[in-house]
């Protein structure tokens, strides 16, 4: 990395690392944030995910961006339970899919594997925005760093607004009514809590920014 506006291998693992780093560190915080909507298991279930995801990569560092992710993806999809592994699982798979055979992404790549990581979790989750899910944090995210590259801001800049989106789009699933996932089950008792799904897709996008903050431009 470090050619302007452009993740590499060694930036897409960095980030990958500093998601896994903060997952940990909100761990009891994501959990309690469960307790109170789902079951208790949400900070839990993603430290033990990234944490296989973090031995994969001492393990076999991958060769490419595509083969990155993918990994990233397919450790999450196996380790992860409950809802959250296969939505983070098709995120990263997707994300590695769209990445092809590039050998680092610039922004604009990044960005379109972003989206076609989210729209994987769209199908495999089937949320809508409101829904007080993930897709509550990442989508704004998405559509921030859209905007942002078209409106010709660098990709640290970009990635600063989409961060800043996920975090509001993360505030925002507070007042909202649960549809989808167990959170459903408590109708209006979803309501005044904060998604915990929303709260780890926000760390991710405030990771990929922190991962990438030194890029040029
Ligand atoms: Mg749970």
């Known amino acids: 990395m470090d050619t302007a506006g452009t993740a590499d291998t060694a930036a897409l693992a ?4 500093e998601f896994a780093r903060v997952v ?14 789902g079951d208790a298991d949400h900070g839990i279930n993603m430290d033990r995910g990234m944490t296989a995801v973090r031995d994969a990569l001492d393990a076999s560092p991958p060769a490419g961006p595509a083969a990155l992710l993918k990994q990233v993806g397919m450790t ?6 409950g809802a959250s592994g296969p939505l983070y699982g098709t995120f990263f798979l997707r994300m590695g899919t769209a990445a092809g055979d590039a050998p680092e992404l610039d922004a604009a790549a990044l960005a379109s594997a972003i989206r076609a990581g989210l729209d994987g979790v769209v199908q495999r989750g089937k949320a809508e925005a409101g829904d007080k899910t993930m897709f509550d ?7 921030a760093l859209d905007e942002a590259l078209a409106s010709g801001a660098g990709l640290a800049d970009a990635l ?24 459903s089950y408590l109708g209006q008792r979803s309501v005044g809590h904060q998604d915990p799904g929303a ?17 040029q431009g």
């Open 160 to 183: 600063r607004r989409a961060a800043t989106a996920a975090e509001a789009g993360r505030d925002a699933t507070a007042p909202m009514l649960a549809r989808k996932g167990r959170a």
């Open 137 to 143: 944090a990442l989508a704004p995210a998405a559509d």
């Open 14 to 17: 960095r980030w990958v690392r």
């Open 24 to 37: 940990a560190a909100e761990k009891q915080r994501l959990t309690e944030l469960d307790a109170a909507i």
């Open 76 to 81: 999450l999809v196996s380790r992860v339970g």
């Open 199 to 215: 709260t780890s897709a926000a760390l991710l996008i405030t990771a990929l920014m922190t991962a990438l903050a030194d890029t």
